[in-house]
C-alpha cells in the first residue's frame, strides 16, 4: 500500500505546485493590468492565454455591474479552497496509506 501511498504524495505535490503557480500568475496579471500594458507584449499576450481560461468563466456567472473586475479575488478564493481541501485530503491519504 505504500506505493499508492507515495502516489498520493506525489500528486499532492504536484497539485500543490500547480495552484500555487497559477495563483501567482493571476496576481501577475492582476498587477500589470493596473498600468495599461501594451497587449502585443509577449509576456501579456502569454499570462492572457494562461489565466483567461480560469477567470472568464467567473465573468460569466459574476456581472462586472459595478464597474471592477473581481474575477481575480474569486479565482484566488478558489485556489484557496481547494489548496486547503484536495491537497490536504491528498496529503492525509498517502500518510494513511504508508
Known sequence: MF???NLFS???TIVDIVLTIL?????IRTL???VNPDPYNVIV???NKLTEPILRPIRRLIPMSIGIDISPIIAFLAIILVKSFLVKTLMDLSTRLQ
Not at 23 to 27: A, D, R
Open 45 to 47: 499576450q502569454y499570462l
Open 10 to 12: 506525489a500528486l499532492a
Open 23 to 27: 495563483y501567482w500568475l493571476i496576481l
Open 32 to 34: 500589470i493590468s493596473w
Open 3 to 5: 506505493v499508492i501511498g
